[in-house]
């Protein structure tokens, strides 16, 4: 695979890397994709690895290291660095904590007639007719359990 993209590192750049490489704090994450750009760098003061050569060096693949060396040429030094950036779930909770505090308390009671103990979509149908929610699935009622670490 040809390079696409090529690293040419300022003095700066280069000094901010090695001091993430030479720190023992840093992240595993953070510095192997550090390292990478070091080996990399295609200027005067860059050792101009090949990429075949730092992938088996780093224990990633050429193509971790094409889309590395993109994201640094297109959005700079910190974005390379950090990886991309996820962006919250604009999805609004449908349950809250009162709700869950709710069936708890309900998988907690005596189970209905002709049952020895609550199952999860005994629990789902009796929260919709206890109008507790208007709908909600059995893999619902199992997270929230879970999740409270609530066995019956």
Known sequence: MSPRYRIVLT???RKELERIT???KSPAGKFIRARALLLCDKGSEGPDWKASNTARALGV????LELLKRRFVQ???ESALNGRVRKKSSRKMKFDQ???AKLINLACSEPPEGHRRWTVRLLAEKAVELEMSQSISHMSVQRILKKMNSSH
């Open 75 to 77: 959005h700079g030094l």
């Open 98 to 100: 009162v709700f869950e």
């Open 11 to 13: 003095e700066r750049e």
């Open 22 to 24: 030479k720190n023992k």
């Open 61 to 64: 693949t050429t193509r971790t």
